[in-house]
């Protein structure tokens, strides 16, 4: 399975919403650092908020970067899933 193609302000918002990371500001891009249980999991490059489509091989880099499969990375973006069970999520993948 592929990543779907989506606008980088919403795997940005989406991220930012679902996974409450902590924030360190860049010039370009802002950087998401993942804890659970106050522990780092990842850090992941943000997209920019403008609607410009980011196509798989681009958006790739930031599945990897949260330790996600291809349709886990879509079912984050896709599913109204919010904060806990988001964490899930990234903790069985952690696990």
């Known amino acids: 399975m592929s990543i779907t193609d989506y606008p980088e302000s919403t795997i940005r918002e989406k991220i930012l919403?679902?996974?409450?990371?902590?924030?360190?500001?860049?010039?370009?891009?802002?950087?998401?650092?993942?804890?659970?249980?106050e522990i780092l999991v990842t850090k992941v490059k943000l997209p920019n908020?403008?609607?410009?489509?980011?196509?798989?091989?681009?958006?790739?880099?930031?599945?990897s970067s949260l330790r996600l499969k291809p349709?886990?990375?879509?079912?984050?973006?896709?599913?109204?899933?919010?904060?806990?069970?988001?964490?899930?999520l990234l903790k069985n993948k952690a696990d």
Not at 71 to 88: K, V, W
Request: hydrophobic share 25%.
């Open 17 to 37: 919403t679902k996974l409450d990371p902590r924030l360190q500001k860049g010039r370009k891009h802002d950087k998401a650092y993942i804890y659970l249980d």
């Open 49 to 63: 908020a403008h609607n410009r489509i980011m196509k798989e091989s681009k958006s790739q880099y930031i599945c």
């Open 71 to 88: 349709q886990d990375f879509n079912r984050l973006i896709d599913c109204p899933l919010r904060g806990p069970e988001s964490y899930a």
